[in-house]
């Protein structure tokens, strides 16, 4: 491969559309910047809200997400795809937040119960589902509700990190700079998420697929 | 599936990061191995399922809201910026203004002095007022055991009606 090729092939994200949008918000293009927040609006609302539980509180933190992009875009460098950028900064808000919350649920227990060790309200939500396994076909809302559950059941960064695999298409590599990550790492939390979320959705999928198997 | 390594080669397959050599091996057991086939379906579906929850939308005009907030936070910033770039005045009308400051804290100060010594003057008044008595009184309180041995003031009375005192100076002038 020659160097040219070569360096092509390293500066690929400059071809990426929402880098040159990002570029002319540098250049105080204001109606660029609206484009991006109308391309990513949705997408990472709904991240925060996967995350969050709270689409009020999403929407808060997309809106300062963007805020975030607009006041640093004087400085910007264009060293990665605009989403992978844009998703570190909402990463690092996320996380932010919930640290906060956690900070603020520690000090309201401290006060209110001294057995801290006790399950989340969700995990005894999930285990009363559990308990009740499914006798029967759930419905689309039910089945809904029991990945919701799941979902809630891996850390942060795991759901994060399948957040981003699953709903952005983000590659390893991508998602590593999303998270300030090494790939190794990135590798690693995906394998912990994926593989907690099939053993919490097992007994439903065992259903799914001895119904599939009669059918057939 | 047995080892981290192992789950982790097959989630990367999964999401298409293997390489192809290795990506070869997996397709391999995939074949001659039925639990690797079951893990691999197994986490498909479990993986699928995250489609059920539900798309997220941006609540109406939540892109006009942001742009409005960034216009906000610019002209906020041009303000600021205008307001510490802005040269220093230097009129007649600022003259006056910074005279009337420093009037009123001259006056100020000159009223705490005055303030400060009559306050001074009538603590001191008052401390000295009892000094006052004291010398008023002095020539009876040097005499004073003398008088307390007497005891009665009228007793004194009728001794110098008597004239006891009269014979005493009498005798002093002889």
Request: charged share 30%.
């Amino acid at each position: 491969m020659s160097s040219a090729t070569h360096q092509i092939d390293q500066n690929a994200w400059l071809r990426d559309p929402d880098v040159q949008r990002m570029l002319r918000v540098r250049d105080d293009d204001e109606a660029a910047f609206g484009e991006l927040v109308e391309a990513y609006q949705n997408r990472l609302i709904g991240i925060f809200t996967h995350v969050l539980h709270d689409s009020a509180a999403a929407e808060d933190l997309a809106q300062e997400a963007f805020l975030r992009v607009y006041r640093a875009r004087h400085r910007y460098q264009p060293t990665a795809k605009f989403a992978t950028w844009l998703f570190r900064i909402a990463n690092n808000l996320a996380t932010n937040r919930q640290r906060s919350v956690s900070r603020r649920k520690e000090v309201s227990l401290r006060g209110a119960d001294s057995d801290s060790q006790g399950p989340r309200p969700e995990e005894n939500l999930a285990a009363e589902k559990s308990a009740l396994m499914p006798t029967r076909q759930l419905d689309k809302e039910e089945m809904r509700e029991v990945v919701r559950q799941s979902l809630d059941t891996l850390n942060e960064r795991q759901r994060m990190a399948l957040l981003l695999n699953k709903f952005e298409h983000m590659s390893y590599s991508d998602i590593a700079a999303s998270m300030d990550l090494s790939v190794q790492a990135v590798k690693s939390l995906l394998t912990r998420a994926r593989e907690n979320l099939r053993l919490q959705l097992e007994p439903y999928l065992t259903g799914s697929c001895d119904q599939d198997s009669k059918k057939k | 599936m047995s080892t981290d390594k192992e789950k982790e080669e097959l989630v990367a397959y999964l999401d298409g990061e293997l390489p192809d050599e290795a990506a070869s091996r997996i397709e391999k057991s995939l074949v001659e191995d039925a639990s690797v086939r079951r893990d691999v379906e197994q986490l498909t579906k479990s993986f699928d399922l995250l489609d059920l929850l539900p798309a997220s939308q941006a609540s109406d005009g939540f892109a006009e809201k942001t742009l409005t907030a960034i216009r906000t936070q610019s002209s906020e910033t041009k303000a600021e910026s205008t307001d510490a770039d802005a040269p220093v005045e230097t009129t007649s009308s600022n003259y006056s203004q910074r005279a009337i400051v420093w009037g009123i804290r001259a006056a100020a100060f000159f009223g705490l002095m005055f303030a400060a010594t009559l306050g001074f003057n009538g603590a001191f008044r008052q401390n000295s007022e009892p000094i006052d008595e004291l010398l008023t009184e002095l020539p009876i309180l040097q005499r004073l055991d003398e008088y307390q041995e007497i005891g009665d003031v009228e007793f004194l009375k009728s001794l110098n009606e008597s004239g006891l005192f009269n014979e005493r100076d009498e005798a002093a002038q002889d």
